[in-house]
C-alpha cells in the first residue's frame, strides 16, 4: 500500500517571515495527517524552514540544484549544499526549468544520480506539452522521460525517489487533467518503470499528479488506483487551502 505525498512547489514565492508563518500554520494539520508533506520552498527559505519544521512532520525540498560538487558555476548551489543543511528532498526536471532554463533529460539525469549519490531524495517531474497531447504523444513523451530521468538509477534507490506527472498544459492554467486521464498517464509511467524494474519496485513508486490542483478537485485525483498525491503549485502557497489538500489525502 503506497502512502500519499502532498508537496508543495511554492516557485518564485514566500519571503521568510512568510515562509515560517505558512509552517506554522499548517503544522497541526501536517502532523495528524496520515500522508507525507513536504515544502519545496526557495533556496533563502530553506534554512528558516528547517528551522521551522522541527519538531513537526513536514519534510523540506529545494526546487533544484548541479549536478557538480562545487567549482565555477556562478549562481548554482550543489546537492552537498542542500544535504549540509538537512534538506532532504529536491525537485529536478520542473517544466519551467526545461522551458526557460535549457534543463534537458541529459542534464535532468545527473541531477537525478547526483541527488541520490548525496542522499537527497528527488521529485522527478515528467510531463506532456498540449502541442504533444494533441498529436497524441502524450506516452510516449512521459515515458521516455521518466526512462531518462532514470538511467544509471539502482533497484534500490528507487524507494527514495518520487516521480511527479505534470502535463505541461495543465500547469498554472486551471486546466486540471481529468482524474482518469491523469491516472491512465500515471499508469503508464508505472508501466515503463515496471518494464525497467520489474513489478515489485514499480508497485511501490511514488508517483504524484501535478497541475492545477486545488481543494476542490483533489479529493477525485486522489480516489483514483494510481495517484499518489499532488505536487501543488498556486493553491500551496496558501495554508487554508493546502491543509484542505493534505485533509483530503488522509
Ligand atoms: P499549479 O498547481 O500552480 O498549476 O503548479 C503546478 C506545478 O507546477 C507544481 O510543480
Known amino acids: 500500500m ?40 526557495p533556496y533563502t527559505d530553506l534554512f528558516y524552514s528547517l528551522l521551522t519544521v522541527q519538531d513537526t512532520k513536514i519534510k523540506i525540498g529545494a526546487q533544484n540544484m548541479h549536478w557538480e560538487e562545487k567549482g565555477a558555476y556562478t549562481g548554482e548551489i550543489s546537492a552537498e549544499m542542500l544535504k549540509c543543511i538537512n534538506v532532504e528532498y529536491v525537485i529536478i526536471g520542473h517544466s519551467e526549468r526545461r522551458q526557460y532554463f535549457a534543463e534537458t533529460d541529459e542534464t535532468v539525469n ?22 504533444q497531447r494533441e498529436n497524441g504523444e502524450t506516452s510516449f513523451i512521459i515515458t521516455t522521460q521518466t526512462r531518462k530521468a532514470l538511467e544509471g538509477v539502482e533497484k534500490e534507490q528507487l524507494n527514495n525517489i518520487i516521480i511527479a506527472y505534470e502535463p505541461i498544459w495543465a500547469i498554472g492554467t486551471g486546466k486540471t ?37 486545488n481543494k476542490d478537485n483533489c479529493q477525485e485525483l486522489f480516489n483514483t488506483s494510481d495517484i499518489d498525491g499532488a505536487l501543488v503549485g498556486g493553491a500551496s502557497l496558501k495554508a487554508s487551502e493546502f491543509e484542505e489538500i493534505i485533509r483530503s489525502a488522509n
Open 177 to 213: 487533467a481529468t482524474a482518469e486521464d491523469a491516472n491512465n498517464s500515471i499508469k503508464e509511467i508505472r508501466k515503463e518503470i515496471e518494464k525497467i524494474y520489474g513489478k515489485d519496485i514499480a508497485d511501490c513508486v511514488i508517483i504524484q499528479y501535478g497541475g492545477s490542483v
Open 2 to 41: 503506497r502512502k500519499k505525498v502532498i508537496a508543495g512547489n511554492w516557485k518564485m514565492n514566500m519571503l521568510p517571515n512568510e515562509a515560517m508563518n505558512f509552517i506554522n500554520a499548517i503544522a497541526p494539520v501536517a502532523n495528524s495527517a496520515n500522508c507525507e508533506v513536504i515544502l519545496c520552498v
Open 110 to 131: 545527473k541531477k537525478v544520480l547526483k541527488a541520490i549519490h548525496t542522499g537527497l531524495k528527488p521529485i522527478i517531474c515528467v510531463g506532456e506539452t498540449l502541442e
